[in-house]
């Protein structure tokens, strides 16, 4: 296999290594190591700089669209893709790679980088005994397969193809989710829900509330599931697909499992709360849970889908320190029944489409990454296929 190394496949490497730019509450996106996960950065935990010093600061080059990024520490070797044309800054641990396109397709590229070829390549050459970490120089020098050009681009159109879909669905998620979060914003948070005009508004802890309503600690509405354990690759392996709940990820979402690892029925919506990072999302299929995530439902028959919303709420307004004790401390107005129930029966079809699309997309992780490094490596070759090649400029 013809392999180079990435200074000589690179025609623009940018870093800045050891540097953090002032942070501000909005302006420009700050791209960390930690929002890089899966060849997608993420949309939680996000950091900015302001528009005077983003012009300051990006001397060194600016990021353009289908530009890598690749983390050097904490973790080593996540690669991202830049997907949109949108101004990012680059912060410390995270270096920008574009292809010579005359040597390398810079799909081809991004996906190289992830196949587990190059990966080993990163390892062997990084330092540190806590945390591994890789100097630019030894970055430089790690092998990258290089097939024929054409070969390249038939290979990067197949797996960009799934990172096409999986972007697309998230981002259909996501506006699904806004649409159940506006339904209860405007419901329970602003009290215009149907038959509202009828209602009289009286007081309570949390100021005025409509008549019927109650004001409740989050303790009071929740019950604390047993929390599962975290499954080893070899666990993974002898008990099939496993879902495996880790507050790392973005989406929480690893492997399927038969049985799950809870004391609900497995046909029962439960809600997860990744502590010290406020992620929260309604599982419907079986799971295991790796650390810090809680795991609970609703007591007296709460709607799961009202709960839900009702404790995210807090997470949103950062009503506390990120710790399942204080957020469950805190209090919420809990509708009527009739409400609730009203509730549930509008938004319990949009989690029934998140889900079913959260899947599609674990689907298409699975078969990508099996598919990576047969084709990388060469052991599925493409080359006489007819593919239908597209480019990204």
Same mark, same amino acid.
């Given at each position: 296999?013809?392999?180079?190394? *990435?200074?000589?496949?690179?025609?623009?490497?940018?870093?800045?290594?050891?540097?953090?730019?002032?942070?501000?509450?909005? #302006?420009?996106?700050?791209? !960390?190591?930690?929002?890089?996960?899966?060849?997608?950065?993420?949309?939680?935990?996000?950091?900015?700089?302001?528009?005077?010093?983003?012009?300051?600061?990006?001397?060194?080059?600016?990021?353009?669209?289908?530009?890598?990024?690749i983390t050097t520490e904490a973790p080593l070797g996540e690669v991202a893709q830049l997907r949109t044309t949108e101004k990012i800054a680059l912060a410390q641990r995270v270096i920008l790679l574009r292809g010579n396109p %005359?040597?390398?397709?810079?799909?081809?590229?991004?996906?190289?980088?992830?196949?587990?070829?190059?990966?080993?390549?990163?390892?062997?050459?990084?330092?540190?005994? !806590?945390?591994?970490?890789?100097?630019?120089?030894? =970055?430089?020098?790690?092998?990258?397969?290089?097939?024929?050009?054409?070969?390249?681009?038939?290979?990067?159109? *197949?797996?960009?193809?799934?990172?096409?879909?999986?972007?697309?669905?998230?981002?259909?998620?996501?506006?699904?989710?806004?649409?159940? %979060?506006?339904?209860?914003?405007?419901?329970?948070?602003?009290?215009?829900?149907?038959?509202?005009? #009828?209602?009289?508004?009286?007081?309570?802890?949390?100021? =005025?509330?409509? %008549?019927?309503?109650?004001?409740?600690?989050?303790?009071?509405?929740?019950?604390?599931?047993?929390? #599962?354990?975290?499954?080893?690759? !070899?666990?993974?392996?002898?008990?099939?697909?496993?879902?495996?709940?880790?507050?790392?990820?973005?989406?929480? =979402?690893?492997?399927?499992?038969?049985?799950p690892d809870h004391d609900a029925s497995p046909t029962d919506p439960i809600i997860i709360f990744g502590d010290h990072t406020c992620k929260m999302q309604l599982m419907i299929t079986p799971f295991s849970l790796g650390p810090n995530v809680v795991p609970f439902i609703g007591k007296d028959e709460m709607p799961?889908?009202?709960?839900?919303?009702?404790?995210?709420?807090?997470?949103?307004?950062?009503?506390?320190?990120?710790?399942?004790?204080?957020?469950?401390?805190?209090?919420?107005?809990?509708?009527?029944?009739?409400?609730?129930?009203?509730?549930?029966?509008? !938004?319990?079809?949009?989690?029934?489409? *998140?889900?079913?699309?959260?899947?599609?997309?674990?689907?298409?992780?699975?078969?990508?990454? =099996?598919?990576?490094?047969?084709?990388?490596?060469?052991?599925?070759?493409?080359?006489?296929?007819?593919?239908?090649?597209?480019?990204?400029?």
């Amino acid at each position: 296999m013809l392999t180079k190394t *990435i200074e000589e496949v690179t025609e623009i490497l940018i870093d800045y290594r050891g540097k953090t730019p002032p942070k501000t509450s909005c #302006g420009v996106k700050l791209i !960390t190591a930690k929002i890089i996960k899966d060849g997608f950065v993420q949309n939680n935990n996000l950091e900015y700089i302001s528009e005077g010093t983003y012009e300051t600061w990006m001397r060194r080059g600016m990021p353009r669209r289908w530009d890598i990024l690749i983390t050097t520490e904490a973790p080593l070797g996540e690669v991202a893709q830049l997907r949109t044309t949108e101004k990012i800054a680059l912060a410390q641990r995270v270096i920008l790679l574009r292809g010579n396109p %005359q040597v390398i397709n810079q799909q081809y590229y991004f996906q190289a980088l992830k196949s587990s070829f190059v990966q080993a390549g990163l390892q062997m050459r990084a330092t540190g005994t !806590t945390v591994a970490g890789i100097k630019q120089s030894e =970055l430089r020098q790690v092998e990258i397969p290089l097939p024929p050009l054409p070969t390249q681009h038939k290979i990067a159109a *197949i797996l960009s193809a799934y990172d096409d879909l999986i972007e697309n669905n998230t981002h259909r998620i996501k506006i699904l989710e806004e649409m159940a %979060q506006a339904i209860y914003r405007q419901w329970f948070v602003e009290f215009r829900f149907p038959g509202h005009e #009828g209602v009289e508004m009286v007081e309570s802890e949390l100021g =005025l509330i409509p %008549q019927g309503w109650e004001a409740k600690k989050v303790k009071e509405i929740v019950k604390r599931l047993k929390a #599962g354990q975290t499954y080893r690759q !070899t666990d993974v392996e002898s008990a099939g697909k496993v879902i495996v709940v880790d507050q790392s990820r973005d989406d929480f =979402l690893g492997f399927h499992d038969n049985e799950p690892d809870h004391d609900a029925s497995p046909t029962d919506p439960i809600i997860i709360f990744g502590d010290h990072t406020c992620k929260m999302q309604l599982m419907i299929t079986p799971f295991s849970l790796g650390p810090n995530v809680v795991p609970f439902i609703g007591k007296d028959e709460m709607p799961i889908s009202y709960l839900f919303f009702g404790v995210s709420n807090l997470v949103e307004t950062r009503e506390y320190k990120r710790h399942w004790t204080e957020l469950t401390n805190k209090e919420v107005a809990i509708g009527d029944p009739e409400t609730r129930e009203r509730f549930s029966e509008f !938004t319990t079809p949009i989690f029934e489409q *998140i889900e079913a699309l959260r899947q599609k997309n674990q689907n298409l992780r699975q078969t990508r990454d =099996l598919l990576l490094p047969k084709l990388i490596s060469g052991e599925i070759d493409v080359s006489d296929l007819d593919i239908d090649i597209y480019g990204k400029e």
